[in-house]
């Protein structure tokens, strides 16, 4: 069974700050996600890590992906305002996404 | 625009109602997705469905049924509703190229009165 874990759950930073989010899964997981949530609204898709020593960046964000250790992290640089949301990071097994709770994130000005 | 389209995206109904949300996939996904997020808590997956057939289940009360249509449309049907069944109902659809990342519509709003 895959289990997707993450820390921290709730996170209030400076703008101007950088801070990472960390993904822990209990078990093989073929690949890992992560997603963008804003309140009340749908969720988007940010990056899909597929192997291990995967690293992506879009703007203040960067994710990585360490198989070995079973750890996911989505790095924020310089974090602004508009990066406020509830982040969520999900493995797949089987073609089924096993989700974490979520971060939620507010960058205060 | 993901290119997933639910419908409505508000409802309103009372405890006891039956109601039937709809979620028209991305073009050429053939799996979808159902996931209920109640106000301040993570998704909680409710069923997939893959090219028609039932391929995974969650926590889906027995009140909840779905089902995907031969044109790959899925509809997720909710019956003797309660107060708590209120909340954000996700669809996602995503493809059959070995990557399965899911593209999620803009979610029903349902609250039970």
């Known amino acids: 069974e895959l289990k997707v874990e993450q820390n921290p759950l709730f996170l209030s930073m400076q703008e101007g700050k950088n801070y990472t989010i960390y993904c822990n899964y209990s078990?093989?997981?073929?690949?890992l996600y992560w997603y963008r949530q804003d309140p009340g609204k749908s969720l988007e898709s940010l990056f899909v890590?597929?192997?291990n020593g995967a690293v992506k960046q879009e703007g203040r964000l960067m994710a990585s992906l360490d198989t070995k250790a079973r750890l996911s992290t989505l790095h924020i640089t310089a974090a602004v305002h508009d990066l406020s949301a509830t982040y969520f990071c999900?493995?797949?097994?089987?073609?089924?996404?096993?989700w974490g709770a979520g971060t939620k994130l507010i960058i205060k000005p | 625009d993901s290119g997933v389209t639910q419908t409505p995206k508000h409802l309103i109904t009372a405890t006891g109602q039956r109601v039937t949300l709809r979620c028209s996939p991305r073009?050429?996904?053939?799996?979808v997705y159902w996931y209920q997020q109640s106000l301040d808590q993570g998704l909680q997956f409710l069923i997939q469905?893959?090219?028609?057939?039932?391929?995974a289940k969650g926590n889906i009360l027995e009140r909840f049924s779905a089902q995907q249509f031969p044109d790959l449309h899925s509809e997720l049907n909710l019956s003797s509703l309660e107060l708590g069944d209120s909340a954000l109902y996700f669809c996602?659809?995503?493809?059959?190229?070995?990557?399965?990342?899911?593209?999620f519509g803009q979610g029903t709003r349902l609250t039970v009165v």
């Open positions: 996602a659809s995503s493809g059959n190229r070995g990557v399965s990342e899911a593209f």
């Open positions: 073009s050429g996904d053939l799996s």
């Open positions: 469905y893959y090219n028609g057939e039932e391929r």
């Open positions: 078990t093989t997981s073929d690949r």
């Open positions: 890590l597929l192997s």
């Open positions: 999900a493995g797949d097994l089987n073609y089924q996404l096993i």
